[in-house]
C-alpha cells in the first residue's frame, strides 16, 4: 500500500479509512457484511453492544455538517465508546494553533480515533501520517470528508444500501447524476462502485460539470440525462455543490432542473424497479422533484439508516474486530 494511503496493516487489516481508492475488494465486503450484523442494533432493536467501551471517538470537524457528525456519535455511542464533539472552526485553529498541534493535543487526552472533516483534500492523510509516525498503531482515523477529494463512510453506504436492494453487484447498471466535477461523494462511489465489479457505471451531467478522466475510470459519461438514465438499475443523485464552483458555471438552478432534475418522467426510463439514492441534503426542484423524493422508488431514508449500521463497522474494525 502506498505511503499516501497507510489504510491497511502488514497483515492485510483496516488500520485507517481514508479513501475507497485503491482498498481491495475483500475489504470493502468485510465492511459490509460486518455492517449487516449491526443493522438490527441501528434499527434500535439492541440498544448497545460493548465492543469500544472504554474507548475515546473524538469527532473532529473543521466543516460543519449535522449530519454525518450526528450519523458517526450515534454509531459510536451504540459501540459503547465515549464520544467527544469538536467543531474546530470555532476553536484552537482559529486562534492559530496549527492542525497538527492540535492532534498532539487531542491525543494527549487519549483519544483512540479521529473522525475527521476538512475543506482541504488530504488533511487526513496528514493527519494519519502523523500519528503512525508519533503513536504508532494505537490512534486511527476515519475521513468524514476532505474537500473534493473523498467521503469513504457515504460511499460504503451507498454500496451497502445497492447491495440491500439489488442482491449483486456484478450484473448492474449504476448512474450517478449531477455536479461530479465537486463532489467527494461521486468519486468514493465511483471507486467503490468499479471496485466491486458493477459492469457499467455512467456519469450524468453538464460538461461544466463533469472531471476529467472519468473514461479512464471505466465511467461511461453522458451529458443527456434521458439517454443516460435508460435501463439502469440504480440512481445516484448529487447534490449541486455551489459553496465549491467558482464562476457560472450553470445559468440557472430552474434550466439545470430542466435538463438535469430527476423527475417521474425521466425516472420512467430507468428499470421499473430501480432505486433512487441521494446523499443529501436535497435540494428540491433543482436535482431531484419531491415526487421521486418521496415516491416509491427511493431508498433515501434507507440510506440515512444503513449508515449508522457502517459506521459502525467501520470503526469496529479499526478497533480490531472482525
Do not use: C, W
Amino acid at each position: 500500500m502506498p505511503l499516501r494511503h497507510p489504510q491497511l496493516t502488514p497483515d492485510g487489516r483496516l488500520r485507517h479509512l481514508l479513501t475507497i481508492e485503491g482498498l481491495p475488494p475483500e475489504i470493502i465486503h468485510r465492511i459490509l457484511d460486518t455492517a449487516a450484523t449491526f443493522v438490527g442494533v441501528s434499527d434500535r432493536e439492541v440498544k448497545k453492544v460493548p465492543l469500544m467501551r472504554g474507548k475515546s471517538v473524538f469527532n473532529l470537524f473543521f466543516e460543519n455538517s449535522t449530519r454525518t457528525r450526528t450519523t458517526f456519535e450515534i454509531a459510536a455511542k451504540r459501540l459503547s465508546a465515549d464520544v467527544v464533539n469538536l467543531n474546530v472552526s470555532t476553536s484552537s485553529t482559529a486562534k492559530g494553533e496549527s492542525l497538527l498541534d492540535t492532534i498532539d493535543n487531542l491525543s494527549a487526552m487519549d483519544a483512540d480515533m479521529f473522525v475527521v472533516r476538512h475543506g482541504t483534500s488530504g488533511a487526513p492523510y496528514l493527519i494519519a501520517q502523523h500519528l503512525d509516525r508519533t503513536r504508532g498503531s494505537e490512534v486511527h482515523v476515519i475521513n468524514a470528508g476532505d474537500g473534493r477529494h473523498a467521503h469513504p463512510t457515504q460511499g460504503l453506504l451507498d454500496m451497502y444500501t445497492i447491495r440491500h436492494f439489488k442482491k449483486d453487484f456484478r450484473n448492474l447498471t449504476v448512474a450517478v447524476v449531477g455536479d461530479i466535477l465537486h463532489s467527494r461523494v461521486a468519486r468514493s462511489g465511483i471507486h467503490a462502485l468499479t471496485t466491486l465489479g458493477v459492469p457499467e457505471v455512467r456519469a450524468i451531467g453538464p460538461l461544466t460539470l463533469l472531471p476529467d478522466g472519468l473514461e479512464q475510470m471505466g465511467v461511461r459519461v453522458f451529458t443527456d440525462m434521458r439517454a443516460g438514465l435508460r435501463g439502469v438499475d440504480a440512481i445516484l443523485m448529487l447534490r449541486l455543490q455551489s459553496e465549491r464552483m467558482r464562476g457560472a458555471l450553470l445559468p440557472s438552478a430552474q434550466e439545470y432542473f430542466k435538463h438535469y432534475g430527476l423527475t417521474s418522467e425521466k425516472l420512467a426510463l430507468a428499470k421499473p424497479d430501480a432505486i433512487v439514492m441521494h446523499p443529501g441534503p436535497m435540494n428540491r426542484g433543482v436535482e431531484i422533484e419531491s415526487a421521486v423524493a418521496d415516491g416509491p422508488q427511493s431508498v433515501i431514508l434507507d440510506q440515512v439508516r444503513f449508515g449508522i449500521a457502517v459506521r459502525m463497522a467501520v470503526m469496529s474494525l479499526l478497533a480490531g474486530h472482525g
